[in-house]
């Protein structure tokens, strides 16, 4: 697979005196396979250890953080003699021995040489923050499913987005019909690694779907391995709530359509978790589209999206039929599948805050909101070619934008501050 991440891990090793990295991500979204993969092209060898049900190994790290003693049971447990200069060291599961998690402070302190890269589930992680977790020790890369480049290009179909990494607009609207087919692929199948990869090998949707009920099910036993006892069940029912509250017309989360007569305070616990796992996208509302977007953010008000839009159909059971069904699959749930797609590829995107923005009687509300530089740019996402986007008028009137993106399934096209982009092609927007 080619995942832009990997170009961040070339960037870090190439950096002198760097710190350990770690790497962020919800579980299954490839962190393993990325750290090994790099391993594999960039040092000649790679000590890896695990510590999922590995408490010998972890009990290394109870005596002290003597870096040469860990590195002795470093080469034990890996089989490998570690050079500094062409050994990849590979911690995964690391939340699972919070010292071994610790012990990255030292590497940093004291061994800089050593080129040391951890992951793990961010449910872990973030249980032991603030007990030695080394902050200002490490640098960080997130990951997150596949987008839709990774994705197609996973499917063999380079040439295809190398005319999206061009901006060859004229040329995508030839090829428009293989594009929508491979976006409706990716609205069902999403960008979860082990899924995208099922698909390739049996090119059968039933198994897809099931491979993607194996993931839910994988989280929600998370659920009870990692979240304190009191905020398990909050947690499932805010989980399971994300998909109907998506199914609105106005898609602003509601804590009573989690259980009744619930508020925030009840919940917030459990949000916590989810965000801090990966599992969910928090978009808040802005209550002026000004510079800096975030001086502006309104945090009681605000849209929950899960991680990816594959597993988005999964929970709401989104039948496979929807793909040969004309556009309907943009247009289920009130086209929740197609914002939840376009909010994907802006997470994919660096350093890019989103929000969104509704007007003051809740008439007008435009689905996200993004900060470009020195500009801020209304998004207005159109589920299949119906261009009426009367919110979008009403946000244009009023505050007079640099310029507008529509994303929709019609052609590219500009008409003065007015942006029509193909939701096939909004990975351009990222692009140099």
């Known amino acids: 697979m080619d995942r832009k991440a990997l170009n961040k891990l070339i960037e870090w090793k190439s950096t002198e005196d760097k710190n350990p990295l770690i790497i962020r991500g919800a579980r299954q979204v490839g962190k393993t396979w990325l750290m090994q993969e790099f391993g594999k092209q960039y040092y000649k060898k790679t000590a890896y250890v695990n510590f999922d049900n590995n408490e010998k190994f972890c009990k290394i790290f109870d005596k002290d953080y003597d870096i040469e003693r860990i590195i002795l049971a470093l080469q034990v447990e890996a089989r490998t003699k570690i050079d500094p200069n062409d050994t990849l060291i590979i911690f995964d599961e690391i939340q699972e021995c919070p010292k071994a998690l610790t012990s990255l402070k030292y590497f940093s302190e004291y061994h800089t040489n050593f080129d040391i890269i951890a992951a793990g589930s961010l449910l872990g992680v973030a249980s032991h923050e603030g007990t030695g977790f080394p902050v200002g020790k490490v640098d960080f890369v997130d990951l997150y499913p596949l987008n839709f480049v990774e994705f197609a290009k996973a ?62 099910s994988t989280y929600e036993e998370d659920f009870s391995k990692h979240i304190p006892s009191n905020t398990v069940s909050k947690t499932r029912l805010l989980w399971k709530s994300i998909p109907a509250q998506l199914s609105k017309e106005n898609k602003k989360f509601i804590y009573g359509a989690v259980k009744e007569g619930a508020r925030a305070k009840d919940m917030e616990n459990a949000m916590s978790w989810l ?13 002026k589209p000004d510079l800096p977007l975030i001086a502006y953010e309104d945090f009681n008000a605000f849209k929950l999206f899960v991680l990816d839009v594959g597993l988005l159909g999964a929970m709401t059971n989104l039948k496979a039929s929807t793909m040969i069904d004309g556009n309907k699959i943009f247009e289920e749930f009130k086209g929740a599948i197609a914002e939840q797609y376009v909010l994907q590829q802006f997470k994919s995107i660096e350093d890019i805050p989103v929000f969104y923005w509704t007007n003051s009687g809740n008439t007008a509300e435009i689905d996200f909101v993004i900060q470009a530089e020195d500009s801020v740019v209304p998004i207005e996402v159109k589920a299949t070619t119906n261009l009426q986007a009367k919110s979008l008028k009403v946000y244009m009137e009023k505050y007079h934008p640099n310029y507008a993106i529509r994303t929709s399934l019609s052609d590219y096209n500009q008409n003065e501050n007015l942006l029509d982009m193909p939701l096939y092609a909004i990975e351009s927007l990222s692009l140099a």
């Not at 929508?180 to 999403?190: A, D, M, R, V």
């Not at 965000?275 to 209550?287: F, H, P, Q």
């Open 155 to 216: 499917m063999g179909e380079e040439q295809l987005i190398e005319l999206v990494e061009k901006k060859d607009y004229e040329m995508i609207a030839v090829f428009k019909s293989r594009f929508e087919t491979l976006l409706k692929q990716y609205c069902y199948i999403g960008g979860m690694p082990a899924v995208i990869m099922n698909f390739i090998k049996n090119r059968d949707f039933t198994k897809v779907r099931a491979k993607q009920k194996s993931i839910l």
């Open 275 to 287: 965000c801090d796992a990966g599992l969910i996208y928090k978009v808040n509302r802005i209550s």
